[in-house]
Structure formats: C-alpha cells, structure tokens
C-alpha cells in the first residue's frame, strides 16, 4: 500500500532563518506531487506541483521554493523566513493530475516568530 | 477568485441528525471531490463526482451536483460525534487539471 511520510510535523523558525520540509511517498512510482499551504481557519492554496523530477510548477509567486530530486521526494525550501510564512503545509500525492484523489500527509505546522 | 464558496462556514448539530454542506463554484469542472480534515490533520478523499454524474453515495454520505447551478452538495446522514471535522469541496476545471479547494465548513457534532 501507497504511504506519504513528512516531517516536521511542528518548527518555530526566527525571522530570517532557513526552512527545509520533506515529503516522501512509498508504495508507488512517478507520483504527481504537491505542497499546499493553509492559512488558520481557511482553505487550502496550492504553492507548487511536480509531475516528475526536477520538474516544478510554481502557483503563486512567494519567499518559497520546491525541489523534486527523487522521484518520491518533495522539499519545500526558504532561504529567508518571513512572517508571513507561518501557516500549515501539507504535502500530498496523486496518480494523475487532476485525475482522483490526493492523498495528504499529516502536515508541517510552522510558526515563524 | 477560483476557490469554491463552501456554506455554511460552520455548522453545529446534534448526534443522529442529518448534516448538509453546499459547495458552488464559478468555472465549468472537470470533477468535483470532498474531502473531511479532523483538527491539525492531513485532509481525507470522501468521495468524488463527475461532472456529467448527478449524484454519488458511499455509506452515509450522499454527494449531489447540479452542474447548471454550478454547485454541489454533501448530506452526512444520521451523524456521530466522530463526524466532526472541517469538510472541503475541490474541483478541478477543463483546461486547469490541479485541485482547487473551497474554504471549508466546520462540522460539529453534539453528544
């Protein structure tokens, strides 16, 4: 069976540090992967996509970028934090693009001070 | 803005009763999902419909889709309190295959 593992689950980050989320999927091959951000009470945005490797679509322009250097591998990256970066991101994992379902892991909740 | 409209915002009822969420949107859709979220968790596929379906259960969920309405509905009958969650609507459009997710309704359920 297909599982999707990210980590960490909770960081407080100061202003201006570095950020590294990982994502891994096991059980499948050539997954179409993605990060999405939501912000407290609201829905969800996506931030990037990927439907292979070192392949990444960018959403929304933002303080934030994607790599994909395995192929069931997913970071998402800052080089500087911001505020504004605060919020909770979860990676999720389909078959197809905008074919089925996604299916999410349990999130990164990131607080930026 | 493309993002469904989920209504109600919040929606607060009693164990046994039935639950109803609505879902509208502006563009044509390809398909139409629902997904439940417990607090602080990833979200979880429901069930998805599409667009030329008009209606889909899978136990005590019932999805409707009225594609002329551009709007689609999701009825959780005879509710438990483990039913409390967000529930979010995404769809994805012809020409723009990603999912995109509504703001959500808050489901609680009263022992």
């Known amino acids: 069976s297909q599982t999707i593992h990210q980590w960490p689950a909770t960081l407080v980050q100061p202003v201006g540090s570095p950020l590294s989320l990982e994502c891994t999927v096991e059980?499948?091959?050539?997954?179409?992967l993605y990060w999405y951000r939501q912000a407290a009470g609201r829905g969800l945005q996506l931030l990037f996509y990927s439907v292979g490797i070192g392949q990444i679509s960018s959403e929304v322009p933002q303080n934030l970028s994607a790599s994909r250097p395995q192929d069931r591998q997913f970071i998402l990256s800052s080089k500087k934090l911001l505020l504004s970066d605060s919020g909770f991101y979860l990676c999720?994992?389909?078959?197809?693009?905008?074919?089925?379902?996604?299916?999410f892991g349990e999130g990164s909740r990131l607080t930026v001070l | 803005s493309q993002q469904g409209e989920e209504d109600p915002q919040a929606l607060s009822i009693q164990e046994g009763e039935n639950a109803t969420m609505n879902c509208s949107y502006k563009t044509s859709i390809n398909n139409l999902q629902w997904y439940r979220q417990n607090s602080g968790r990833g979200l979880v596929h429901l069930i998805l419909?599409?667009?030329?379906?008009r209606e889909k259960h899978s136990g005590r969920l019932r999805v409707t889709l009225d594609t002329s309405k551009k709007s689609s509905s999701l009825l959780i009958t005879a509710s438990r309190a483990a039913d409390t969650a967000s529930y979010f609507c995404a769809r994805t459009n012809f020409g723009n295959e990603k999912l995109t997710f509504g703001t959500g309704t808050r489901l609680t359920i009263i022992p």
């Open positions: 059980g499948t091959s050539n997954p179409n």
């Open positions: 419909i599409r667009s030329n379906e």
């Open positions: 999720a994992w389909s078959k197809g693009l905008g074919t089925g379902e996604l299916f």
